[in-house]
Every structure is written in C-alpha cells, then in structure tokens.
C-alpha cells in the first residue's frame, strides 16, 4: 500500500552532472575489457561498426524510451510505469515492467559488488608490489587463494557496498551527480595516463592494428548476435536505472541528443580501455584472449614485470573500481528510489535498508565461491544464477517491454513533441516500433540458446 509519506521529487543539479551519471551507469568493468576483447577478437573496426549500428537501431530507442517515461512519470520505476500507463488509458499492470526491471538491477548489485570488492582488493596488491616478478601460475594462484577466502572476499564486498551506500545516501545532487562529477574525470584521468604509457611501449601500433583493421571475414551471425547484446547491455537498460535517472530530468532536456552523447562517451571510454590495455599485453607476450582472466590473472603478471608497474597497475585497479563504483551507484538507485517514495523512510534510511538487503544477498554470491560452492541450482551456483536469471531474462524482456509500450501504447504525437525529431519521426518510429523489438527479441532467443 502507497504511504501517505509526502516526498519532493528530486531534479538533477546540471545537464552535465546527469549526462556524467548516465555515462558512469553504462561504464563498468565490462567496458575496460569486455568491449576491447570483443573489438579484437570479432573484426577490429568491422566490429566497431556493427556493434555502432546496433546501438543507434536498439540502444538509442529504448534509452531513450526509459528516460521519457521515467520523465514523464517523475516517480520511482514501478510508479512511473504505472502513471504513465494510465495517462496513457492503458492497464496499470505495465507497471510489472518497472518491478521486474527495479528487481534485475537489484539482483545484479548483488553479484556485481562482488566483482567490485576483487577490484579494491587488487588496488591494495598492486599497490604493495606483490606482483612483482610473479609468474602467470603464481598470479593464478593469487586469484585462486583471493575465492577460495570466505573472510576476504567478504570484508572487500562489504567496503565496496558501504561505499556505494554512502554516495547513494547523500542524494541525487549531492550523491549521485556529485559522485559522478567526481569519479568519471578520474576515471578518464587513468585512462588517459595507461594509454599514454601504452604508446611508448613500441607496441601501440599493434595495438591498434588489433583493435581496428577492419576484418569483414570475421564478422558472422555470433558476433552480430554478441554485437547486438553488448548494444543493449552496455547502456544499462531493462534495469530501471534509466526509468529512476530520466524522473529527475527537466522538460528542457532533448532526450535523444542527451542519449547520443551518452553513447558516444560509453563508447569512447571502452575504445581507450582497448588502447591502453592492449599495448601492454603486446608488450609482455600476453594471451589477447584471456577474457575475464586478463584483468586479475594476466594483466598482473605484466605490471609486476615491467618499469613502473606497481604505480600502473595501482592506477588501473582505482579505474577498475572506478568503473564499478559508477555502475553500482546506479544500480542501487532505482530501488532507493521507490522505498523513499513507498514508504516513510528518508533517503538515508531508504538507501540503507535497500543497501543491506543488497549486501545480504552479495554474502550468499560471495560464499558460493567456498564455503557454499556444493549449492547448485540447476547445476549453477548462487553467484551464476544470480547473472544467468538476470541476463537471460528480467533485462531483455524488460527492455523489450518497454520500447513496445512507447511504440504501440503510447500516443505517438506526445512522444514526437517530447523527442523533438519533426519530420524524422516517420524514421524514428519505425526503428522503435519494429526494427527495436525484433532486434531484442533476437538477443533474448540468443541468450537462452547460448
């Protein structure tokens, strides 16, 4: 039942502030070694363009899609489905979208601050040299020993979500936009040092040639099917996030040139990750295709080898949990959101509440790594079901929800004032109407064959 609590919904301080905290939502650690691995693997430039078309004909819509009923219904995800729909004379129960995207958000912080503490515990051991002079077993090993700690993994997992808890509380402004002011030029700051290292390695050129010669040969249905979910996933849709940031914006905000420079920016950022990260695995002999493993297994064995290594790579784990903390933040908004405005509770008591819920849940993916590493649920532990339920499920169907309501639910002549686009629209509609949904149906087939 809605309280009676009154609430003043909050606006975001500047267009820069939001536009950095969308930008620092679709920045994570996919995009510092994901994205580049992708990139090399699937056709260099090849790649870049497919993976670009498909975040114009399926991102663009349905980031634009979340921002303008999130707007539109200046309430909590669920709320903002629910009114909107109703304005719209249509069921209230489009508001399960909001519910099933708020929980897959949740659910993801839950595993996702996991990941996070292994990135502020790296600092620490980067930080004190211990990878100096380490081979690629013994830095394995390291990794290894790291899961095999109920105790450590807990404690990181417990600093890294007192810290997102923190930012979150302090607000919208003082949180969320002031966090993100802060964070994201670090984190461009980082980058800009690690590829500047990188193109004196005498390696950067191959760097280069690995991330954009063009390979037309390599591109197939899997790297079209991997270019489309990464489109998708990279902008955090289908999470509610983006449903809870477009609440706080202003009708003076052109939703659709706001979402082109967000892509641009997530882009750009994962396109410098490759740079910088690449020249140094040239460098040093490394595997390209290690995967996750190249960031706490392989990466590690070239920063303990090198000139300088213990400074780099204590400035590529504050970037790597940089671009954690940005997603993180975000990923806890949304629920925030909705307990401030459902229940009694203020922003401080709301976050907190939904903070330790979250936490409470990330002991269970922590543990999953030893001591409960014998619970399966159809042959997953709790840390993989955890991200199989989500990316399989709540995220694409969410998503793919919400680009049918704005293109079949909603009036289309309040959606073509609000996105501005005149004599485009035609275009536009068609790509949110049709072009949208099929392509999001294909990566949800993809996803549960895969």
Known sequence: MTSNHKHTHAQWGSRLGFILAAVGSAVGLGNIWKFPYMLGKSGGSAFMFTYLACIVLIGLPILSAEWLIGRRGQRNPIDAMKTVAQQEGRSKAWAIIGASGTLGGYLILSFYSVIGGWSMNYIVKAGSGLFSGMTGEQTGAV??????NPTGLLIWHTIF????IFIVAAGVTGGLERGSKIMMPLLAAFLGVLVIYGANTGHFGEALSFLFKPDWGAINADVLLS????????LSLGMGIMLAYGSYLGKEVNLLRSAAIVVILDTAIAVLAGLAIFPIVFANGLDTEAGPGLVFVTLPIAFGNMSGGTVLGLIFFLLLSFAALTSSISLLESSVEFLEERTRM???????VAGIVVWLLGVASALSFNVWSDVKIMDLNIFDLLDVFTSKFTLPLSGFA?????????????????????????????????IAPVGVIIVFVQQLIG
Do not use: C, P
Request: charged letters at 15%; glycine letters at 8%.
């Open 227 to 234: 270019a489309l979910g990464h489109a998708f996933f990279t």
């Open 143 to 148: 990794f290894t020993s790291m899961l095999a």
């Open 346 to 352: 203020n922003r401080v008591g709301s976050t907190l």
């Open 402 to 434: 919400i680009v049918v309501f704005m293109g079949w639910f909603m009036k289309q002549d309040s959606i073509r004032d609000e996105l501005r686009l005149g004599g485009a629209f035609k275009i536009w509609q068609f790509i949110y109407r049709v």
């Open 161 to 164: 979500m007192a810290v997102t």
